[in-house]
């Protein structure tokens, strides 16, 4: 069965830089959630789309941005970026408010 | 964590054994969940009990949960040393779209063969 996509796995970037994540939910939910989990940290919840809107933000900085698309893809735009931002950052995708699945994560570091 | 924390924060058991994390958690829910994350993998769900169960069994997971405490536990029965892993609880307070998942700080546990 089709899974989360998120891409890229693995991102290495410097202070400052931007980066921009993306994610792929399942096809068919409507739903994308981003969470940010630091080295030993539990996730942390950042933003949510429903049909193209946002429905509900947590923690996420002002430096942070993000969409998700006509094609229920979403991404994650993040700038000025500083070593705290270093961790993984997880899509997870829904239908309804349903169950959420999670994708393999992005492995963000700023050196 | 903004929600639930998790006790232990480490376990180490034998295989063969029986592993128990709690969860507590902080607002009304209607339902919690357990998550399973391999070292610096993606999250894996395990099993979902709404507010209105009490106890709920899949295979060799148990979860109860008693809302009056605001606590949850995970049973793992006879444990492998493929069950090594981080376990999170995480918690739905809206169920409707957008709700977001409030995790737990996890519990880190490690099954020795």
């Known amino acids: 069965a089709a899974g989360v996509i998120q891409s890229p796995r693995h991102l290495i970037k410097e202070k400052r830089e931007t980066a921009t994540l993306k994610c792929y939910p399942i096809p068919r939910h409507d739903t994308v959630y981003w969470y940010q989990q630091g080295p030993g940290q539990d996730p942390q919840f950042l933003i949510s789309f429903y049909e193209k809107m946002q429905s509900d933000k947590g923690s996420i900085p002002d430096r942070f941005s993000a969409q998700q698309f006509s094609d229920y893809h979403s991404e994650l735009n993040m700038s000025s970026l500083e070593l705290g931002d270093s961790a993984l950052y997880f899509c997870a995708s829904s239908f309804a408010g349903g169950l959420r699945y999670f994708g393999p994560g992005t492995r963000l570091t700023v050196t | 964590s903004q929600q639930g924390e998790e006790d232990p924060q480490a376990l180490s058991i034998q295989e063969g054994e029986n592993a128990t994390m709690n969860c507590s958690y902080k607002?009304?829910?209607?339902?919690l969940q357990w998550y399973r994350q391999n070292s610096g993998r993606g999250l894996v769900h395990l099993i979902l009990?709404?507010?209105?169960?009490r106890e709920k069994h899949s295979g060799r997971l148990r979860v109860t949960l008693d809302t009056s405490k605001k606590s949850s536990s995970l049973l793992i029965t006879a444990s492998r040393a493929a069950d090594t892993a981080s376990y999170f609880c995480?918690?739905?307070?809206?169920?409707?779209?957008?709700?977001?998942?409030?995790f737990g700080q996890g519990t880190e546990l490690s099954v020795k063969p």
């Open positions: 607002t009304s829910i209607n339902n």
């Open positions: 995480a918690t739905d307070d809206r169920g409707n779209q957008g709700g977001k998942l409030i």
């Open positions: 009990i709404r507010s209105n169960e």
